[in-house]
């Protein structure tokens, strides 16, 4: 009856939004990001526009004031390490999902080149920062809660050299990183994919649509 048909309609409707709210899809797949992933990107994206904000900060302060700020951003940056290292080993143990097949070659090469670059220059700026201040003899801490250990010695030409390159790779980050935006926003507003999509939590709805859409 028309009445049975509506109840098990329901039940299947309730069905898989349950098993879509109850997985909550850590883990990859090859559809989308999972949720670790995302949250580790948006978080590490987060805490980057943070560095750049106290940084600017620092540049304009000067005494006890800017030794504190440069404090947080030493801080933000070890954290920012941490997560990046957190990051590759899950994606290192996760599938990926893959680029979509409409790609031409060299476009298909510049995104691996630029997520590469990425990956590297996170890890580079926060390392350099810490041999920067190691070098200058100050200390680096994490939010005062513990100190970490010197990686060398005292040297102000190497203090000088490793401020000429963190300056550079800021830079160089911000490049790629705006190439990286300008990426995911023509997949997503002029080739209309999913390569935006599968990076963001919400979109997840958009998959449950099309479950009731199917029930």
Request: with cysteine.
């Amino acid at each position: 009856s028309a009445t049975a048909m509506a109840v098990i309609a329901r039940i299947l409707q309730a069905a898989c939004i349950g098993i879509s709210l109850g997985s909550m899809q850590l883990r990859n797949t090859s559809g989308r990001w999972g949720s670790v992933a995302q949250f580790l990107h948006w978080l590490i994206v987060a805490l980057i526009i943070t560095q750049v904000i106290l940084a600017l900060t620092a540049s304009r302060l000067h005494g006890a004031a800017k030794l504190a700020m440069l404090a947080r951003h030493k801080s933000v940056g070890i954290t920012i390490l941490m997560l990046a290292g957190l990051r590759l080993m899950w994606r290192l143990v996760n599938p990926t999902p893959p680029l979509p097949s409409t790609l031409k070659p060299y476009e298909r090469s510049l995104a691996h080149f630029t997520h590469a670059a990425l990956y590297v220059l996170i890890f580079a700026m926060p390392i350099t920062g810490w041999i920067m201040s190691s070098a200058r003899g100050f200390p680096v801490s994490w939010f005062k809660l513990f100190q970490l250990p010197d990686l060398v010695a005292k040297n102000r030409p190497l203090y000088e050299a490793m401020l000429e390159t963190h300056e550079a790779l800021a830079w160089t980050l911000g490049a790629v990183a705006t190439l990286h935006l300008l990426a995911a926003l023509k997949h997503h507003f002029v080739l209309k994919d999913t390569v935006l999509r599968r990076m963001l939590h919400f979109s997840k709805q958009i998959g449950r649509a099309s479950c009731r859409e199917r029930v």
